[in-house]
């Protein structure tokens, strides 16, 4: 049975053999889901060529007030 892609991702980072290598990419360009992948988004395009996904956050910033103040 296949690994999900969070399955493979934590057995690799556990350094431990997944099913697969661990596949992603970070971004796609609009032209070439356009043109090549007949305007799929980015997560059929994941899903077409068998790529794992990988949602990117970034960090929240939060500040007291008085630490803005110059």
Not at 1 to 17: G, I
Not at 21 to 42: E, F, I, N, R, S
Not at 54 to 68: D, H
Request: hydrophobic content about 30%.
């Amino acid at each position: 049975m296949a690994m999900t892609s969070r399955e493979r991702m934590l057995t690799a980072l556990d350094n431990k053999r997944p099913d697969r290598l661990p596949c992603q990419v970070h971004g796609w360009m609009d032209y070439y889901l356009k043109t090549y992948l007949g305007g799929a988004d980015w997560y059929k395009a994941n899903r077409r060529l068998g790529f794992d996904y990988a949602i990117y956050v970034s960090p929240t910033y939060r500040y007291e007030p008085e630490t803005l103040e110059k």
